[in-house]
């Protein structure tokens, strides 16, 4: 089994304003933003992180970004990772992730995306009803 650590990208410029951003969008994180994944980082300090893996899109790649130096790792982006695009079935999104979850990930990688994503691969692992999570959330599975 791998354990795989999730964290959702931290506030965006476009959360403020309540905008929907989608996977063409690229708005960047708010001061806010910043502070609530480097609080993010300061808990995984001790969480023996082996890398960071994250979407290409600006919000969590600077998310990303601030969290791997906080760890000392190196950041690896995966387009399989983008929020759900507007042409995607569920099934669709479900699939990239699954074929990401097969792609041999190290144990305690850390993966930074979307609340969307989030939300499905965690209910899809879990068995559960998809719940986004907040702003710089880390949730946790095993698979």
Not at 36 to 45: G, K, M, S, W
Not at 115 to 132: K, R
């Amino acid at each position: 089994m791998t354990r795989l650590l999730w964290m959702r990208h931290g506030e965006s410029t476009w959360n403020v304003a309540g905008r929907e951003q989608g996977r063409t969008a690229h708005p960047p994180l708010t001061d806010l933003g910043r502070r609530q994944v480097l609080a993010a980082a300061e808990r995984l300090a001790d969480a023996d992180v082996a890398a960071v893996v994250c979407s290409p899109l600006v919000r969590a790649r600077q998310s990303a970004d601030l969290v791997a130096a906080r760890l000392g790792l190196e950041v690896l982006e995966d387009p399989r990772l983008v929020e759900r695009g507007h042409d995607e079935t569920l099934d669709d999104v479900l699939g990239r992730l699954a074929d990401f979850l097969a792609s041999g990930l190290a144990d305690d990688t850390l993966v930074v995306t979307h609340g969307d994503v989030i939300a499905y691969v965690v209910a899809s692992l879990d068995g559960t009803a998809p719940s986004l999570p907040a702003n710089a959330e880390v949730r946790v599975t095993q698979s």
